[in-house]
C-alpha cells in the first residue's frame, strides 16, 4: 500500500506546488509554520514570535515589528503498512494483497507578511494548505474496490487585520479563500451488453470548487510573563464539481460517465494557548484544541447529467466524530544566539471505530514527540528547526460494503493499520 497524505500549497505569484502528509488526526495539516514544530505546536494562539502567527491567531501581529516576513518548509516520511486478516473482495473481481507500504517524502510549504499601518493597527495575509490528503494503494489489492486512491488538495489565502485595544488586549480576524480538489479513484464492476456481463475497470471522480471562510482571535497579556490565546476558524463547504469517468475501452463502459459533485464541509476549529515566562531561561507553553470534525458525515458522489442525473453514484460513510487534541512545551535560552525547544502531544483521530474507518483514511490516535532550535541569525532575523516522531496507534478496519448488486458490491475489508512518521521542518523569519 502506498499512503501518501498531501495538500498543495500554491503561491499565486509563481504557481508553486507543495504536497505533504496530513500529520494531524483527520486529514488536517498543523504544519502551518516550522517554527512551532519542536513545540508539538504547543501555544501556537499565544506565542507571536512571527508573521505564521496570521495563521494560528491574528491578533498576534500586534507583538510583532513594523513589517515581518516568514517563509517555511516541512518535509514529512512516513510509514504506513496494511495487513489482511480475513478480508472479503467483491465476487465480481476477487483481488488479493495488502498493497504495499507508503515510502516516499512529500513537502508542505508556507508564506506569511504582516506590517505595521500605526502603531496599534496591523495587516498581514497567509498563503497555506490546512487540509489535505493522499491515499494511494498498488492495484490490485483486497479494498481495490472501495478505493484505491483517493487525494484531497487545499490552498488558502488568508488576508488578516489585527489592532491593539490597549496593552493587555489585542483582537484580530482574516477572510479565507480556500481552493479544495479531489480525485478519487477504485475499480468497478459495470454491466457490458458483450459476452461477458461483468467488465472490471476503473471509476474515477476528479472534482473541484472554492468557497469562503473566516478567523477572528484575541490575545491577553495578562502579566509581564504571561500570554494567553484564543482563536476560531469558521467550517467552509465545498461544493466540488466535475466528473466521473470509467477508464475502459469499451465504448458501453465509457458512456456511463458523467458530470458530478460532492459537498464537503470543512471542520471549524478552536485553540486556547497560554504561553507562561517561568525565568531568564525557561518559557512553558500550552495548548488545548478542539476540531469540528462531525460536520463530515457522509460523502455522496452525485450525478449531474445524462440519464442518471440527479441519482447518488457512491456515498462515502465517514461518521466522523469532533476531537480535542492537547500540547505541552518548553523554551530553554541556551545563550542570545540559541534557544532550544521541546513538545508533546495527545491528537484524536475523528475515526469512531473499525466499521467506519475507510481504506482511504485509514486514521488513529497519535502521539507527537517534539524538538527543536531557534537560531538568531542577526538581529532582524532567525531561523528555526525542529523535527517530530508521531507515535500512531495500530488500528482495526472492518468495513463492510457488501451488496447484492455485483456492480455496487464493494466487499469487505478486514485488516490492521500500522503507521509512524517523522516530520523535519525549517522556518526564516525576518523583520525590516
Do not use: C
Not at 479531489?182 to 470548487?209: C, K, M
Not at 495500530?394 to 455496487?408: C, G, M, R, V, Y
Request: no cysteine; net charge neutral; proline share 4%.
Amino acid at each position: 500500500m502506498k499512503m501518501k497524505y498531501m495538500a498543495r500549497l500554491v503561491p499565486l505569484a509563481l504557481l508553486a506546488l507543495g504536497s505533504g502528509h496530513a500529520t494531524a488526526a483527520g486529514f488536517q495539516l498543523l504544519e502551518q509554520n516550522a517554527s512551532g514544530l519542536g513545540n508539538a505546536y504547543a501555544g501556537s494562539a499565544a506565542v507571536a514570535d512571527n508573521a505564521s502567527t496570521i495563521f494560528f491567531n491574528p491578533a498576534g501581529m500586534t507583538q510583532l515589528k513594523e513589517r515581518e516576513v516568514s517563509a517555511g518548509l516541512n518535509a514529512v516520511r512516513p510509514t504506513f503498512k496494511f495487513k489482511d486478516d480475513g478480508s472479503t473482495p467483491t465476487s465480481a473481481f476477487a483481488s488479493s494483497g495488502n498493497g504495499n507500504d507508503a515510502g516516499s517524502w512529500a513537502f508542505i510549504p508556507n508564506a506569511y507578511m504582516s506590517w505595521a499601518l500605526n502603531k496599534d493597527l496591523y495587516v498581514g495575509v497567509g498563503i497555506s494548505a490546512p487540509f489535505g490528503l493522499v491515499t494511494e494503494y498498488d492495484d490490485p489489492w483486497v479494498g481495490a474496490a472501495q478505493a484505491i486512491k483517493f487525494d484531497i488538495k487545499t490552498f488558502n489565502i488568508n488576508p488578516s487585520i489585527a489592532y491593539r485595544i490597549n496593552d493587555k488586549v489585542s483582537i484580530g480576524a482574516g477572510i479565507n479563500w480556500q481552493r479544495m480538489e479531489a480525485e478519487y479513484v477504485r475499480r468497478v464492476a459495470i454491466n457490458d451488453f458483450g459476452p461477458f456481463p461483468l467488465s472490471q475497470s476503473h471509476v474515477t471522480l476528479d472534482a473541484a470548487g472554492d468557497a469562503w471562510g473566516w478567523n477572528v482571535g484575541a490575545l491577553f497579556t495578562l502579566s509581564d510573563s504571561t500570554k494567553l490565546g484564543v482563536s476560531y476558524r469558521s467550517k467552509i463547504k465545498h461544493t466540488l464539481k466535475g466528473d466521473l469517468t470509467v477508464d475502459s475501452s469499451s465504448a458501453t463502459l465509457t458512456a456511463t460517465g458523467s458530470d458530478a459533485e460532492v459537498d464537503v464541509e470543512l471542520p471549524d476549529t478552536f485553540i486556547l494557548s497560554v504561553a507562561q515566562q517561568l525565568n531568564e531561561r525557561w518559557e512553558m507553553l500550552g495548548d488545548v484544541s478542539w476540531t469540528g470534525w462531525s460536520s463530515i458525515k457522509t460523502l455522496d458522489i452525485v450525478r449531474t447529467s445524462g440519464a442518471s442525473s440527479g441519482q447518488t453514484a457512491q456515498s462515502l460513510d465517514a461518521e466522523f466524530r469532533d476531537t480535542w487534541r492537547v500540547a505541552l512545551g518548553a523554551n530553554y535560552k541556551l545563550n542570545d544566539d540559541w534557544k532550544l525547544k521541546f513538545g508533546v502531544a495527545y491528537d484524536q483521530s475523528p475515526v469512531r471505530g473499525p466499521s467506519t474507518r475507510l481504506v482511504s483514511l485509514p486514521d488513529s490516535n497519535r502521539t507527537w514527540l517534539s524538538v527543536g532550535a531557534q537560531w538568531n541569525v542577526t538581529p532582524a532575523s532567525k531561523l528555526d528547526l525542529g523535527v517530530s516522531y508521531l507515535m500512531v496507534n495500530e488500528s482495526s478496519i472492518n468495513n463492510n460494503q457488501t451488496n447484492a448488486d455485483p456492480t455496487k458490491n464493494r466487499g469487505t475489508v478486514t485488516g490492521k493499520y500500522d503507521a509512524r512518521v517523522w516530520i523535519l521542518g525549517a522556518q526564516y523569519s525576518m523583520a525590516f
